[in-house]
């Protein structure tokens, strides 16, 4: 049983459908206490969301970014890979300063006090000029908006990454899983300010799944898998991923060996990315990708908007980033049924679908007045007068 690379227009439709369904999955999720997050993959397995995300995410930055390194041309490279990081930082910035706007306006106009805390806000309140220190230094968070920083912090290794898995995809894997092992075991983490502790997303332990990810978008440039179909370890997917259903759906809790097992290797911590979480998207992805059928219906009509969706991840993040806040105010100020609840979510991810519908029609107007720019006047009337 072997499966290709399907692709759309020099994509591969898989990474874009799957990275379009986790940033809906995500935007659901941060908007707790509706009914629709337990439809959610997080209720089905050990990992959630954020992890399909960032896997998806170093795949694409693999495919990418690989070319000017490939070539040599490593400062390039370099500041190629440091723009985005440096647009992801902006992008952080500009959608935490309008959810401290509206979860101000819902204190002020709809007496929702009981949200700040929920979201990591009092510090503003109780230490005002420290927090505002530690905003634009990234130490302070609001919560349901710490996966961009963690994806920018990823982007600044990443030319590191990229050079030692353009020589050794394996090797890159083998690095990026001491350093796991070394952030698990002495808690390394990047440090809070005002307040202690570290990142809830710590980008040290999630550097393996993004190391992993570029490695399958560095496999991807030469037309290579990561990992080949084998049936035993299919098999074996098949077999954890039914387990962790099972294990979720029953709410067991602790994992049996935990107690006996460092806290990374045996738990469920996301911190620190633990070992059964990482297990469970590394097996969903092996499975998803091995199965033909699932590569159709991602490559069909059915799910046209969803890759829309995910070919402009940050668009889309962001402004379901915001939205989700506004949400969480309003819920929290107005009992909703289920029914409005399906109603505010729906409305939420026609807003991110039409995001990307704008992002795509911008572009194809630019590249219209672009391409009429290049070839003339003349030739564009000719052309026009050839087709009529």
């Known amino acids: 049983m072997t499966t290709t690379l399907p692709q759309l227009g020099g994509r591969d439709h898989r990474i874009d459908a799957f990275r379009g369904i986790a940033l809906l999955m995500i935007f659901v999720n941060h908007v707790p206490g509706n009914a629709f997050e337990n439809l959610t993959s997080r209720n089905f397995g050990f990992s959630d969301a954020a992890e399909a995300f960032v896997l998806m995410s170093g795949i694409a930055v693999g495919l990418a970014y690989a070319r000017p390194f490939r070539a040599g041309e490593y400062l390039k490279g370099c500041l190629s890979v440091w723009r985005r ?16 706007g ?32 530690g905003l634009p230094l990234l130490t302070h968070q609001l919560g349901y908006l710490n996966i961009l920083p963690m994806y920018a912090a990823l982007l600044v290794i990443s030319p590191v990454y990229i050079l030692i898995g353009l020589w050794n995809r394996l090797g890159l894997i083998a ?17 809070n300010f005002p307040l202690p502790g570290g990142w809830f997303f710590n980008p040290v332990s999630w550097q393996l799944i993004y190391a992993i990810g570029i490695a399958g978008g560095l496999a991807m440039i030469h037309k290579r898998r990561l990992l080949g179909y084998h ?50 998207v590394l097996a969903l992805t092996y499975v998803l990708t091995n199965l033909p059928a699932a590569s159709r219906l991602l490559a069909g009509p059915a799910f046209h908007a ?31 049924s289920m029914v409005e609840d399906a109603a505010l979510l729906t409305g939420g991810i026609l807003v991110q679908y039409g995001i990307a519908r704008f992002i795509v029609a911008s572009s194809e107007r630019k590249r219209t007045v672009r391409d009429g720019a290049n070839i003339g006047e003349p030739a564009v009337a000719g052309s026009i007068a050839r087709r009529a």
């Open 175 to 191: 690095v990026a899983i001491v350093v796991w092992v070394l952030a698990g075991a002495f808690r390394i983490n990047l440090p």
């Open 102 to 133: 509206i979860l101000a306006a819902g204190v002020v106009f709809l007496d929702t006090i009981d949200v700040l805390a929920r979201v990591n806000f009092t510090p503003l309140l109780e230490q005002p000029l420290r927090t505002m220190v």
């Open 231 to 280: 049936g035993w370890l299919f098999s074996a997917c098949l077999a954890y991923l039914g387990f962790s259903l099972l294990w979720v759906q029953m709410e067991m809790g602790s994992l049996p060996f935990q107690p006996y097992l460092p806290f990374y290797i045996g738990g469920m911590d996301k911190t620190f990315l633990a070992l059964p979480r990482l297990l469970h």
């Open 306 to 336: 969803i890759r829309l969706i995910g070919q402009h991840g940050l668009a889309v993040f962001t402004v379901g980033t915001v939205l989700s806040i506004a949400l969480q105010v309003l819920r929290a100020r107005f009992d909703t």
């Open 85 to 100: 990081a440096g647009t992801l930082y902006v992008a952080h910035m500009v959608c935490t300063a309008i959810a401290i």
